[in-house]
């Protein structure tokens, strides 16, 4: 690795349920429709403790960005930041611009929670007659802010006019309900995501991450 002057740091593997799922991939994501070329600094789940990755996310996750000579964390700030050095992942005029910003909050605020809350129960759980007694909450949690998405972006294509940032940050966020049916029942949103996850950008994005665990997944099955 180095010099690149885009350097992004991932996992070097995660279990097969996180695979795909990891959230530097909304990073790889937005760096490919930009075309910015990056290299990932891959470390493992010792390393996220030690000083020098808290120096670049101080809440021992991933994933983090050098870029421009700074460092920077926070995936929705970093996808919105990548989108300011793009001209084209964000609308040009003041008021597109603020819908962006409300949808990229939106996606990670009133909807992201939820989804994560879920994949909790569904996958962290040990304790399956709690996770029977908490998944029904979970899962209406889910259906309420779906019905609300769907309502809100009614027959348009994208959150703010043209694909742009908080497309990026929403499809990532939808596609980690892909463990259970929910989104079926909602096929404006099924379409939204088929729109989004089709770009060429994703399907890059998408391969350079699961590259990353596949030629690091021999230590950890020797270790297992
Ligand atoms: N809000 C943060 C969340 C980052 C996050 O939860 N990262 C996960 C991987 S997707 C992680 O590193 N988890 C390990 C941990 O929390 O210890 C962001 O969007 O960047």
Redesign the pocket.
Known sequence: MQNASVVVTA?DWVPSFAQG???DLRVRWALNEANLPYEARLIDHQQ?LEAEHLARQP?????AIEMDGGSM????AIVWSIAEASDHLLPKDPAGRRQALAWTFAA?NPIEPVVARLAEVVFFLDDEDLKTRLRPRAVAAVETRLTQLQAALADRDHLAGAFSAPDILMATVLRDLGHSDLLSHYPALSRYLERCTARPAFQRALSEQLEAFAQNAHRYERAA
């Open positions: 996992y799922h990891v959230r996220k809440f021992a996750q991933v994933p964390f926070e995936s929705g990670l």
